[in-house]
């Protein structure tokens, strides 16, 4: 543990940054998985299949779709809420720069 820090405030800390970088993967895999079936759909039309078969890949799509916004949203809350733990606890981290470098990074998303 960092000189200066106490156990809570690092624990607290941590979980806070665990759950952005969690939700940060997790935007990411739902953009993703937006542009596969994206394009999944698009081939599928240029092969004229099944119109069944595209109705449903294209419900997949609109489902996956429909995630991005909710899990931008959570993202944006969660960096806001570890934004402000660090303003409140500032104190606690002078002299362990190392520990916000990694939060810092995140928190560039928010702007």
């Known amino acids: 543990m960092p000189e200066g820090v106490s156990t809570d405030i690092l624990r607290q800390f941590k979980i806070?940054?665990?759950a952005c970088k969690r939700l940060s993967k997790e935007v990411s895999s739902y953009e993703e998985e937006a542009r596969?079936?994206?394009?999944?759909?698009?081939t599928m039309k240029s092969k004229n299949q099944d119109e069944y078969d595209i109705r449903k890949q294209e419900e997949i799509l609109a489902e996956s779709c429909m995630m991005i916004p909710d899990s931008k949203r959570r993202f944006g809350e969660a960096l806001m809420e570890l934004q402000s733990f660090i303003?409140?606890?500032?104190e606690a981290f002078t002299g362990t720069p190392e520990l916000l470098e990694?939060?810092?990074v995140l928190l560039s998303r928010l702007e």
Do not use: F, I, M, W
């Open 16 to 18: 806070r940054l665990g």
């Open 36 to 42: 596969v079936n994206e394009d999944k759909v698009e």
């Open 87 to 90: 303003n409140e606890n500032r």
């Open 102 to 104: 990694e939060a810092t």
